[in-house]
């Protein structure tokens, strides 16, 4: 934070600007009670439906609370209210991502960006809401035998997620880095179009590191809010690891998970529940399905899992342009398909889109990262003009 000055960063907003600009907008925040300030030895529990992931995923079925259901979401991560959250990019790195944001594969060829807190990926995403291609779910379909994504019934979840994150593609305002692409692509003769967003507003630069002002739709806005006010409430925790589901003749029936208690210190919990519900993300499931050992007839669990690589293109605007300032505005508003098809039309292909740009994701992608020191730092220093 020391060079932010010299780099012209501005860094995020004091807690008490957030607090009220909040207040002025209406909005009250939620603080979520987690079962972890009673947690002082061995545990056992019963509810009708645990939930492990409170993620996207796990939110959603948290929802069954809303149905007068017992349930309880186990977060592997830490709860962090509004008030907690810095907004600084590295202290978000380290408390609301995977593994401090550095998820990788063992040559470390292919990096993943993981949300890890409560909340999961909803937390620190950049608000863009893609709906599955229908050519996704057709080869879903047809080639993998998941009949179930090509029904009607598939797209008719997806509206009502979507209606209720309030995700929509009206009176989106662009920032300096998004109108840059969206002129290009034009010029290009390209195809491009603004990206639904489930939230709209000139402080959403710095989601990513936790939403502080409450202006994206995220689960602890929504689905996880909704459970939390049903008329039997859902329960929560954090800090809770689940190390495998308790099974008996392929069927279900409980969890048992380590859960940091009232005295900081990790305690045995056993949940007994009619429905379990595995929901903590593409890397963590399959991985607790497997150590679980329950039946996997067909050898596929933790098999077929598929990534969307990223590129990093950045440059730097003409002397003379103006700043581009890319941490400033909704970072991900506009997306091209114009090369989705791919070189041989079959779907393999690529999206353009331009991510918010602060400056440790910046210093990655300088030009001359591999170059001596005093070059490195000169390119860093045009960071304002970096799109």
Known sequence: MANWSLLGYDGPEPPEH??????????????????????????????????????CGGAVAAALACA????????????????????????????????GGVVSTEDTGLAVLAGGTFGGGS????????????????????????????????????DAICKRINVTSIEISHNRNNERFID???????EVEDAPQNM???????????????????????????????????QFADRCKVSEVIHSKGVAFGVRA?????????HQLTVRARVVVVACGSINSP????????????????????????????ARVPAGAPDVVSWEGAPMTAV?????????????????????????????????????????KQELLNLRRMT
Request: hydrophobic share 40%; with cysteine; aromatic share 8%.
């Open 68 to 99: 007068g259901h017992r349930v309880l979401v186990l977060e592997k991560g830490k709860y962090f209210s509004m008030s907690e959250m810095s907004g600084v990019e590295g202290e978000a790195l380290d408390q609301l991502y995977e593994r």
């Open 336 to 376: 091209s398909n114009e090369c989705a098809r791919g070189p041989f039309g079959d779907n393999y292909g690529s999206k353009l889109e331009c991510p918010g740009l602060h400056a440790g994701l910046g210093a990655t992608g300088v030009a001359g990262l591999s170059k001596p020191g005093k070059h490195f």
């Open 200 to 234: 709209a507003d000139i402080r959403a630069g710095f989601i990513c590191a936790g939403d502080r002002y409450e202006i994206k739709q995220s689960m602890t806005v929504t689905f996880l809010r909704d459970a939390a006010a049903a008329r039997i409430p859902a």
């Open 18 to 55: 957030v607090a009220a600009a909040r207040q002025a907008a209406g909005r009250t925040e939620h603080i979520f009670q987690m079962i972890n300030s009673s947690i002082t030895a061995a545990t056992s529990l019963d509810c009708d439906a645990v939930v492990i992931g409170s993620g």
């Open 258 to 266: 380590a859960i940091i208690g009232s005295d900081g210190q990790p």
């Open 184 to 190: 290009g692509c034009q010029k290009a003769g390209y």
């Open 123 to 158: 937390a620190v995403n950049w608000a863009c809401c893609l709906r599955t291609p229908d050519y996704v779910r057709q080869e879903w379909a047809t080639e993998h035998g998941l009949k179930r994504f090509a029904i009607d019934e598939f797209g008719d979840a997806l």
């Open 287 to 314: 991985a607790l399905l497997l150590r679980s050992r329950l039946p996997n007839k067909n050898g596929l669990i933790g098999k077929n899992l598929r990534l969307h690589p990223v590129s990093f293109v950045i």
